[in-house]
């Protein structure tokens, strides 16, 4: 198991409706990456937080917004909810320096939009 | 672009048989490739690494082997067992090193 751990576990909203997922990285990471992970596919890239401040961007719409604590822990917000955006939401965390460091997945939030 | 992808979605073996799950990637100039086990209910956990640098690598019952003239990869797991049971997928970083680009996944299942 990582260090990585994420809340809530699952989470039912309906469509139009805000939600806020929450991650607390492995203890020394202070990088924070967001994955959507849709069912029977391989996860994609939202946003990656480092120092508080969005570090890269995958092709998701402006409602997928995230903030990043002096904690390093991090928050993912999804604004005006649609069907498609029920999946997995998986959080990263992982050490900056140098080249591509291993990112330790926590277990993930299942979000189902009615 | 960059682009990882997979041949086959599932893949059934008996208990300690071989497994072999391939990958296919479009970008020559790829040069780092990960494979990640996902099990049920977990995110996904690193297995195995390889640099562009090299053709194979070993871990404890899995091997890497990485052909460049084709762009392919292939993740080797020996005297498979139940608890291998899980899906597994290629990943590429980004040049910046702050994104993973994931295929979509072969799950293995393994018959007792």
């Known amino acids: 198991e990582t260090g990585v751990t994420q809340s809530p576990t699952h989470l039912i909203k309906t469509r139009g409706q805000q939600v806020t997922l929450r991650c607390s990285s492995q203890?020394?990471?202070?990088?924070v990456s967001w994955y959507q992970q849709a069912l029977g596919q391989g996860p994609q890239f939202i946003f990656q937080?480092?120092?508080?401040?969005?570090?890269g961007r995958g092709n998701f719409p402006p409602r997928f917004s995230g903030l990043q604590f002096p904690n390093y822990s991090s928050e993912l917000n999804v604004n005006a909810l649609e069907l498609d955006d029920s999946a997995l939401y998986l959080c990263?965390?992982?050490?900056?320096?140098?080249?591509?460091?291993?990112?330790?997945f926590g277990p993930g939030t299942r979000l189902t939009v009615l | 672009g960059e682009s990882v992808g997979l041949h086959l979605p599932t893949l059934s073996v008996q208990e300690g048989d071989n497994s072999i799950i391939n990958c296919a990637y479009s970008n020559s100039a790829s040069d780092y490739f990960i494979w990640y086990k996902q099990e049920s209910g977990k995110g996904p956990q690193f297995i195995i690494d390889?640099?562009?640098?090299?053709d194979k690598r070993q871990g404890q019952r899995v091997t890497v082997l990485l052909n460049k003239t084709v762009k392919h990869l292939s993740l080797q797991i020996a005297a498979t067992q139940p608890g291998d049971s899980a899906v597994y997928f290629c990943a590429e970083p980004n040049n910046a090193g702050n994104m993973l680009t994931f295929g979509g996944g072969t799950r293995l299942m393994v018959k007792p």
């Open positions: 390889i640099r562009s640098n090299m």
């Open positions: 990263a965390s992982s050490l900056p320096e140098g080249a591509y460091n291993e990112q330790f």
């Open positions: 937080y480092y120092r508080e401040e969005e570090n």
């Open positions: 203890s020394g990471h202070n990088t």
